[in-house]
């Protein structure tokens, strides 16, 4: 998450287990936007597992500007990290 942080130019935000808050399943929710990151989710084995451990983590993070982010959905804390670090090396 460190390395997140220094590389962002704009906000970061970290989002864990949303869907408690509404009462609702990870499935209830995730269908419940339309959002295209939540599309892109459901149609994922991260989404089966994420169903199965009744988790969702959501990590949006704005490198360069306050106006483009990219958003990472998934289950476990790490590898959601590790995605977000990936995506910031692809699109320096």
Known sequence: MKELIERCKAGIYLTINPHKDEYKTV???CKSYYDSEF???RETEDYKKSIEL???IKLQFY????VGSYTIVGYDLDDVIKQGIDMLNRNE
């Open 54 to 56: 009744d988790t969702i």
């Open 39 to 41: 599309i892109t989710f």
């Open 63 to 66: 490198p360069r500007t306050p």
């Open 27 to 29: 499935e209830q929710y």
